[in-house]
């Protein structure tokens, strides 16, 4: 969540977001973009809604996915340029 309010800040278009979590009350000391508004929701749509408060034109793509293996990945990140774990 850090990362990628940080590259939405300095300018990053496109941007994909991978989660399978909700956002816990135990999140907020530790990831600054989610509030107490966003407890219980999950975490890719309250992180594109911060971002979107950056910039509206930003294309976040949120995917809820548990990745457990790289073939969960496959169709989601072969053409791009950065990958942030």
Known sequence: SWTALLCARMGVR????IDFD???ITNLHRQIIYGN???G???VVACEKKIKEVDP???FKGKN????NV??????????????N
Do not use: A
């Not at 496109?14 to 977001?17: E, L, R, T, V």
């Not at 996915?65 to 457990?68: A, D, E, S, V």
């Open 57 to 59: 034109d930003i294309n």
């Open 22 to 24: 909700r956002v816990e």
């Open 71 to 84: 073939q969960d990945l496959t169709g989601l990140i072969e053409e791009v340029d950065l990958v942030l």
């Open 37 to 39: 508004k966003d407890i």
């Open 65 to 68: 996915l548990k990745i457990t």
């Open 14 to 17: 496109n941007i994909i977001g």
């Open 41 to 43: 929701e999950l975490k």
